[in-house]
């Protein structure tokens, strides 16, 4: 099934220009479905209805495990490796991940939780994360993971948006040195959420909380009386698998939501021909669950291969940057999957930490989620992948379910910085402002597709007008992506990055709007902008521009408190890198800020800023390239 060669990967372009719909009916021939499809594909771009084999009937989760049971039951599915370097590996076969799986699914059924419930994930690193994920999917649940470095205001606030009847949580999480309290910021979470019925806690940090009787229940009690045998729901093809939240320009984050057979065909194909994963090669993605590449390409993509995937509870730098390459060497990893602002962050620290390691097991590295610089591809590919092995830069989003752009490992030519070519059944295209698509080489524009794609998120939760107008509305008649690209004299794309109100930071979406309302709470703050500049390690860095009532007399006292806000209000990944007050904003007279020309003072530019004519006060800016010099 995979593509092995560069005729194979131009016979599949082909294929797929040929006859679309058979294209993916042959990818989906592989899996186990209880009932075939009675129709391939169904899609209306202007109503942003797209239905993928609709009347098939299957679970993910027998996909993911149950006919992996007969060739490979005692492979290890899962290669757990602890935060503490001295705590001991799990190793967790298919049989055995199978046999929990059922266990925590009649938990939950027990619980109460039926198909189509929405049951929020708050948990750290930890194998059962997996284990609830899969757990959910099996019974037909919606899965909602939350990143565990989310406020309990965030938490709050995407379980009301689902409804979430159930929320699983733990003690606390292991991060590096630290303890975070899952469980008391879930409690404070808990206080606002009147859906939720029950909360299931899994022991890790021994942390002391509080258990609300009738309300909370300790994971390893349910688990001990739960029944190995659970039956998997089964489902519709475009049955609702989970939601995601995913920060947008302006107000509160989307739930993204993902369907089961497009997805699942799609997390596949893209984790084995991307990685060109090998029976018994050893596949190590370091994001965390609470993302989609954690969902695709930690749980899903691997599992679904029949792959051994490593799931790592700790941080690159603890105990120390050598971390990564420690783990590396000891486990003999083969393809290590990790996004630009972890390399930026190691190579920085020298490279006395990698050398220290053997890594020759290492094949295939892989980058994602922000655009990876020259230096850092350099440096990737020179000191950890020893010059030998091909680099993937794998484009993609929350909304996409899989991987789009990218090269497949020593397939097709990999370019630094660039992240290439659409995988074959992907019909990216560049477009100008009024939505052309340019066709030609050596050009640049936003980034669009103009065909569906299996794992294509189907709506937001609870809002489709603001799916149709986020993503099919600026282009009539293609999805648009929000990134802009560069294509190159021979066709190969470049991510240049967001043109829209998202900020990347560390390879995190965030949206500006929601950092400006936290900062907007503070009793001394009339309002405030929030936009990026290019930062060493974090690729954009916050800056933050404020207006108050009156001028701070203690700046750093200032900085603190609101920083204070944006951690209780969205979470420390959102932090604010530099403050710069100021008395007004460049507004355009429609009351518009004109974000651009802050882009480019947070740059340090004070000159070029462009057309300033269309703001109601011109001087504004004068002022503010004032005081950021100062
Ligand atoms: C950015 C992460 C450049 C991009 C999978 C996109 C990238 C956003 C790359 C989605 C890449 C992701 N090169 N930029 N290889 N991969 N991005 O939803 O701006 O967390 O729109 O999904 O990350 O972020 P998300």
């Known amino acids: 099934m995979r593509i092995k060669t560069l005729e194979e990967y131009k016979n599949q372009k082909k294929k797929f220009d040929d006859n679309p719909e058979k294209f993916w009916e042959e990818k989906a021939e592989s899996f186990i479905w209880h009932k075939q499809w009675d129709e391939v594909l169904n899609w209306d771009f202007n109503t942003a209805k797209v239905n993928w084999f609709s009347g098939g009937k299957l679970n993910i989760t027998e996909n993911c495990l149950d006919r992996h049971l007969k060739e490979r039951s005692n492979q290890i599915a899962i290669k757990w490796i602890a935060n503490d370097p001295n705590e001991d590996n799990i190793n967790i076969t298919y049989k055995e991940l199978h046999a929990q799986v059922c266990k925590f699914s009649n938990v939950l059924r027990k619980r109460g939780v039926k198909k189509g419930d929405r049951v929020c994930l708050y948990m750290p690193m930890v194998l059962e994360l997996s284990i609830a994920v899969l757990a959910c999917a099996r019974i037909g649940a919606i899965h909602s993971v939350v990143f565990a470095g989310f406020s309990a205001k965030s938490l709050s606030n995407r379980i009301n948006d689902a409804e979430c009847t159930v929320l699983i949580t733990s003690d606390g999480g292991f991060r590096g040195n630290k303890v975070t309290p899952l469980k008391d910021i879930s409690d404070l979470a808990m206080q606002k959420t009147p859906s939720i019925e029950s909360c299931i806690v899994l022991k890790r940090t021994d942390s002391e909380i509080e258990m609300k009787k009738d309300r909370d229940f300790w994971w390893h009690d349910e688990m001990m009386t739960a029944d190995e045998n659970a039956p998997a729901e089964i489902m519709d093809s475009e049955d609702e698998l989970f939601i995601l939240y995913t920060s947008g320009s302006t107000g509160k984050p989307k739930g993204i939501v993902h369907t089961t057979a497009g997805y699942m065909i799609y997390a596949q194909y893209s984790f084995q021909n991307v990685f060109q994963y090998n029976e018994g090669d050893l596949y190590w993605c370091t994001a965390d669950i609470g993302w989609i590449t954690g969902h695709s390409y930690i749980i899903y993509g691997p599992l679904l291969s029949g792959a051994i995937t490593v799931m790592f509870e700790g941080v690159p730098t603890y105990p120390d940057a050598g971390r990564f390459w420690e783990i590396v060497e000891k486990n003999k990893i083969n393809i290590f999957y990790t996004a630009p602002t972890a390399i930026r962050a190691l190579e920085a620290k020298g490279t006395g930490f990698v050398r220290k390691y053997d890594l020759s097991s290492l094949k295939v590295l892989g980058t994602v989620g922000e655009p990876i610089n020259e230096d850092a591809w350099n440096w990737y590919f020179k000191e950890i992948g020893g010059e030998r092995c091909p680099i993937v830069d794998t484009w993609w989003q929350t909304e996409t379910g899989g991987i789009m752009i990218s090269n ?84 190969l794309f470049r991510i240049t990055g ?133």
């Open 408 to 491: 497949l490992a020593g397939i097709n030519k990999a370019k630094a910085t660039f992240a290439t070519l659409p995988l074959p059944g992907i019909q990216a295209c560049i477009v100008d402002d009024a939505g052309n698509e340019l066709k030609e080489n050596n050009i640049e524009g936003k980034l669009s597709i103009k065909y569906p794609w299996p794992s294509m998120a189907r709506t937001i939760y609870g809002d489709h007008k603001r799916y149709i107008d986020t993503y099919f509305s600026a282009y009539p008649g293609k999805y648009f992506s929000g990134d802009g690209c560069y294509k190159d004299e021979e066709g």
């Open 498 to 630: 967001r043109v829209d109100d998202v900020l990347i930071v560390s390879g995190h979406n965030l949206g500006t709007a929601e950092i400006e309302s936290a900062i907007d709470e503070h009793q001394n703050v009339c309002e405030s902008a929030i936009v990026g500049y290019p930062h060493s390690i974090k690729g954009n860095g916050v800056y933050a521009f404020i207006i108050c009532h009156e001028k701070p007399s203690n700046l750093q006292e200032s900085n603190k408190e609101i920083n204070d806000l944006i951690v209780k209000h969205v979470g420390p990944i959102a932090k604010v890198d530099k403050f710069l007050y100021i008395d007004g904003l460049p507004k355009t007279r429609s009351g518009k800020i004109m974000r651009r020309i802050l882009r480019k003072i947070a740059g340090g530019e004070t000159t070029n800023l462009g057309d300033t004519s269309t703001l109601l006060d011109p001087t504004v800016v004068e002022s503010i390239i004032k005081e950021s010099i100062n």
